[in-house]
């Protein structure tokens, strides 16, 4: 029997390491990869964080997937797509009862719902019980047996899957920098990568917790968080940020997005300018995607009176 992703194409060809051209003052080699491009909506480290977690819901016979995330999550946005592709149903449960009357006005949400994703709105103090097995049974007996896919998606399956991203062509690079988000795709990272290598993550949040999470699924210390980078927690930006998003895709033809990936690259050329790479480092940024969040992130921007990232 065929399994789900080997029915669905696929861009990996669009996957390239595309360099980015720095001032001669720079001695180092910096390339992104470009994850965003292999789907429209199931792309970066979200396809890689599903591939298994579906190919085992298929084999294990359920057809229906329940996970969870906030009102702009690509997480949700993914699963919902992949459930649309595939006739599975989905259940988002969302952080935030008093977002029950705002799906309309949501991008992400919107776009879920589209998809034929059904929503339970929870309080936050609920969602915090999100792993905990009395709060998981009151779900079952509420939708019925589901596969459960966690919050952002990551478990063993979804550290498999992004041990993939990396490629043979890859080895060469002796940097590779990640936005970090809950751990998943940092850990398949660095489970893949080589002796010679250090990666570097990138908290888009505040807090001590990821190394433990990360920990949880490497064996190999040959990585590092860089936290200096989250603008002021998760989905928390400044006008410095948007700026640098809006210049760097004027200058490079690359989006990218105010949550994860602009933070990491902002983070990763301000390190090349204070010289924390050694002259002909080659350095490799992974970009995951999440492209998804920038409208939901306007409308915030818009209210605030703050420049808009260009879309």
């Known amino acids: 029997?065929?399994?789900?992703?080997?029915?669905?194409?696929?861009?990996?060809?669009?996957s390239v390491n595309q360099k980015i051209e720095l001032p001669n003052t720079h001695k180092v080699?910096?390339?992104?990869?470009?994850?965003?491009?292999?789907?429209?909506?199931?792309?970066?480290n979200k396809y890689r964080k599903l591939k298994y977690n579906l190919q085992e819901a298929q084999q294990l016979g359920f057809d229906t997937?329940?996970?969870f995330g906030g009102a702009y999550s690509n997480h949700i946005a993914a699963v919902a797509a992949a459930g649309k592709t595939y006739g599975i149903k989905t259940i988002g449960v969302i952080r935030g009862e008093e977002l029950i009357d705002k799906i309309d006005t949501n991008p992400t949400l919107?776009?879920?719902?589209?998809?034929?994703?059904?929503?339970?709105?929870?309080t936050r103090s609920a969602y915090r019980d999100k792993e905990n097995e009395g709060f998981l049974n009151t779900l079952k007996e509420e939708?019925?047996?589901?596969y459960l896919v966690p919050e952002g998606g990551t478990n063993q399956l979804a550290v498999k899957g992004c041990e993939e991203i990396l490629q043979?062509?890859?080895?060469?690079?002796?940097?590779?920098?990640?936005?970090?988000?809950?751990?998943?795709?940092?850990s398949g990272l660095i489970n893949a990568s080589k002796p010679h290598q250090k990666i570097l993550g990138f908290p888009a949040l505040k807090g001590d917790f990821l190394s433990i999470n990360i920990?949880?699924?490497?064996?190999k210390d040959n990585w590092e968080l860089i936290t200096d980078y989250h603008s002021g927690g998760y989905a928390k930006v400044n006008k410095a940020l948007i700026d640098f998003i809006n210049q760097f895709k004027h200058q490079y033809s690359i989006p990218l997005d105010p949550v994860y990936t602009g933070k990491l690259m902002l983070g990763v050329i301000k390190m090349i300018e204070a010289n924390y790479f050694k002259n002909n480092t080659k350095i490799l940024v992974i970009h995951t995607g999440g492209l998804q969040g920038i409208s939901g992130m306007n409308k915030r921007l818009k209210a605030k009176e703050l420049p808009l990232i260009n879309e």
């Open 215 to 219: 920990s949880k699924f490497v064996t």
């Open 110 to 122: 919107q776009f879920a719902q589209s998809q034929g994703m059904q929503f339970k709105f929870v």
């Open 1 to 14: 029997m065929q399994t789900i992703f080997e029915l669905m194409s696929f861009n990996f060809e669009l």
């Open 168 to 186: 043979p062509e890859d080895d060469t690079f002796d940097y590779i920098c990640c936005a970090v988000g809950t751990g998943g795709t940092i």
């Open 29 to 44: 080699e910096l390339y992104i990869k470009r994850e965003d491009n292999i789907h429209q909506f199931i792309s970066g």
């Open 65 to 67: 997937l329940l996970t």
């Open 143 to 146: 939708f019925g047996n589901f």
